[in-house]
């Protein structure tokens, strides 16, 4: 299966933005957002599933600190249908990252302290349109 997109050599600091916008397959079983050092350190996994793993309309998030998976933290709310084009923001503080929708806000601790974001990749069902920094 074709990795989706990734994007290194990043140096994003508190309060700026990631922009991420594109679509959601139609017939989508889930999407990720990565955001950290690297694949193997991630301030935020950003997990959307609408069927897999055993999840259902849930969005899981977790952290990755040397290649090894922290605990998941399942949101509650769920605002993606398949097929929807849809603008992400993502920003972080020394405290927290933020995933911001036209229609809702996911918060995940910073559980590794980073300082800076090196490290994008979008994978799974979502094809995307187009990456801004602000
Ligand atoms: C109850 C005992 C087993 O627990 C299960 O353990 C699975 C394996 O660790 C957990 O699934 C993993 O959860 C991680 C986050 O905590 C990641 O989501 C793992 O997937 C990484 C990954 C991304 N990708 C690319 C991708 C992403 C989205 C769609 C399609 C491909 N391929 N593998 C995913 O395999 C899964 O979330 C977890 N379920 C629960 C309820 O804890």
Redesign the pocket.
Known sequence: ?E??LVVTQLDVTPGECIKVKGKIEAD?????V?VGKDSYTLML?F?P?FD????VNTI???S?EDGT????D?KADFPFQQGDKIEMCISFDETEATVKLPEAEFKFPNRLGMEKIEYLAV????KVKAIKFS
């Open positions: 299966m990795k989706g989508a079983k889930g999407f990720a990565n996994h997990n599933r897999c793993h055993g999840d899981v998030c977790n990755k998976w922290g605990e998941e399942r994978e799974g069902d979502f």
